[in-house]
């Protein structure tokens, strides 16, 4: 079976050549500056606190046991069980097996 030459090849050594001849001709990007002016921003003490509050308030909140598990990985008291992650892993094929079927 002939696969017909759908020009990728064609681009990518085009793409090649195109980067070989930059290089060697030494071209770089132009480095023309623009002078801007520049903008300097003041922000209130009050607008900085309300900042904080609402970044407070917008701050996903941990379950307890999202805590509690953790403190256990930081201690590295933190126990995995092979028994219960097997067990789990069952159910969910068993779960998703009900649904197919």
Same mark, same amino acid.
């Given at each position: 079976?002939?696969?017909?030459?759908?020009?990728?090849?064609?681009?990518?050594?085009?793409?090649?050549?195109?980067?070989?001849? %930059?290089?060697? #001709?030494?071209?770089?990007?132009? $480095?023309? /500056? =623009?002078?801007? *002016?520049?903008?300097?921003?003041?922000?209130?003490?009050?607008?900085?606190?309300?900042?904080?509050?609402?970044?407070?308030?917008?701050?996903?909140?941990?379950?307890?046991?999202?805590? %509690?598990?953790? #403190?256990?990985?930081?201690?590295? $008291?933190? /126990? =995995?069980?092979? *028994?219960?992650?097997?067990?789990?892993?069952?159910?969910?094929?068993?779960?998703?097996?009900?649904?197919?079927?």
């Amino acid at each position: 079976m002939k696969i017909g030459n759908n020009g990728y090849n064609q681009y990518i050594n085009t793409v090649r050549q195109n980067q070989e001849n %930059a290089h060697s #001709k030494g071209l770089q990007k132009s $480095t023309d /500056s =623009v002078n801007e *002016e520049s903008v300097t921003v003041d922000i209130s003490e009050a607008a900085k606190q309300l900042a904080k509050t609402k970044a407070a308030e917008n701050a996903p909140t941990m379950s307890p046991n999202v805590e %509690a598990i953790k #403190k256990a990985v930081l201690n590295g $008291t933190y /126990s =995995v069980s092979p *028994e219960k992650i097997s067990s789990g892993m069952m159910q969910a094929m068993n779960n998703q097996r009900e649904y197919t079927d």
